[in-house]
């Protein structure tokens, strides 16, 4: 299994809406991403989850929060968006120490109305 | 910081041409990696192929591989004999060394869209 799951694969929510995104793989990996994707931009990484704990944050407003349960699982709770928070959130994972492959979902692309 | 760029917004050839992607890089660092993905229309990134900056050998994988001059900073891509699945958005991406505790970080660029023509 060399897969990144996530879910929903779209999400429309409104600007006073609380809701999060999941993001699973079993591939026994220890560090999971958050990235930011624009249309006809590149990504933009948000937070690193190393080893179940927050490792990187790049300077992301608070009403993005993420949570890493466990080894597998990452989420990103959503709270008071703003219509340009509206992009394609792609989370991925790689094995951890001295890896350099990283393994991406297809994304969920979020609209805020 | 480091910064990628790619040059060339989009690109389009006929099926089974060969086609080359630019990218140059600026860094301080000596130890890093290149790497090129591709995204597709069905938005996953997927990884075309790594180079290691120590290595001075240009990588391969089957129909892809890379030109690698360090000293000029460039690092670009070759796809021979182009498939209609070849179609996608690639993204030329650094990442220095080491890799602390686990957790990578990709600078990409800002992509290149190739079409493929059948």
């Known amino acids: 299994d060399t897969e990144v799951t996530q879910t929903p694969k779209h999400l429309v929510m409104g600007m006073t809406n609380k809701k999060s995104l999941k993001c699973e793989q079993h591939?026994?990996?220890?560090?999971m991403y958050w990235y930011k994707q624009k249309a006809k931009k590149p990504p933009e990484l948000m937070f690193v989850y190393s080893y179940e704990k927050l490792s990187i944050n790049e300077s992301v407003p608070s009403r993005f929060s993420p949570e890493c349960p466990n080894s597998s699982l990452l989420n990103l709770h959503l709270h008071a968006l703003q219509p340009e928070d509206s992009a394609l959130y792609l989370c991925?994972?790689?094995?951890?120490?001295?890896?350099?492959?990283?393994?991406f979902g297809q994304g969920t692309r979020l609209t805020v109305v | 910081a480091q910064t990628v760029t790619q040059s060339q917004p989009e690109m389009s050839v006929q099926e089974a041409e060969t086609v080359t992607l630019s990218c140059t890089y600026d860094?301080?660092?000596?130890?890093?990696?290149l790497f090129w993905y591709k995204q597709p229309p069905s938005r996953q990134m997927i990884l075309v192929i790594r180079?290691?900056?120590?290595?001075?050998q240009n990588a391969t994988e089957n129909r892809f591989s890379v030109n690698f001059q360090k000293a000029a900073k460039s690092f670009s891509l070759k796809i021979s004999d182009s498939q209609l699945g070849d179609t996608a958005m690639y993204f030329c991406?650094?990442?220095?060394?080491?890799?602390?505790?686990?957790?990578?970080?990709?600078?990409f660029g800002q992509g290149t869209r190739l079409t493929i023509n059948p």
């Open positions: 991925a994972s790689s094995q951890g120490q001295g890896a350099t492959e990283a393994f």
């Open positions: 591939m026994g990996h220890r560090a």
């Open positions: 180079q290691e900056a120590y290595k001075q």
């Open positions: 991406a650094f990442m220095k060394l080491p890799i602390i505790q686990g957790a990578q970080k990709l600078v």
């Open positions: 860094t301080s660092e000596s130890n890093y990696y």
